[in-house]
């Protein structure tokens, strides 16, 4: 079982910037792919980006493409999202997730979620 912890969420101004991060702990992420989903209020949670097991491949939101980045560190158990020009629909809580496998778009795909931390984005 993977268990992930999100940090870095806050306050950030429209144009702004704020930098996630995810630990994992319980086992190794080797092979597994790990995603950064967003749920705003009255709203389903939404995809926002994913990166597999090398790094080879990333995948990403058209609403965040261009803005932000994810990246992982295999040695540290980690992934983090770069989020840059933030615009106040970014706001939401923001969850990691893993998967063991490929990437994917696909809620219902991930099997391990972190508990989120929320972003709110100011006008």
């Known amino acids: 079982q993977v268990s992930l912890v999100e940090s870095g969420g806050g306050l950030a101004q429209a144009g702004g910037s704020l930098r996630l991060s995810c630990a994992a702990s319980g086992r190794t992420l080797t092979y597994y792919t790990m995603g950064w989903f967003r749920q705003a209020p009255g709203k389903e949670r939404e995809f926002v980006a994913s990166?597999?097991?090398?790094?080879?491949?990333?995948n990403y939101a058209d609403s965040v493409k261009g803005r932000f980045t994810i990246s992982r560190d295999n040695a540290k158990n980690t992934v983090a999202l770069q989020m840059n020009s933030l615009k106040p629909e970014d706001t939401a809580i923001y969850y990691c997730?893993?998967?063991?496998?490929?990437?994917?778009?696909?809620?219902?795909?991930?099997?391990?979620w972190g508990q989120g931390t929320q972003v709110t984005v100011s006008s």
């Open positions: 990166i597999n097991w090398s790094s080879a491949r990333t």
């Open positions: 997730a893993a998967r063991y496998g490929t990437n994917s778009n696909n809620v219902a795909d991930y099997r391990n």
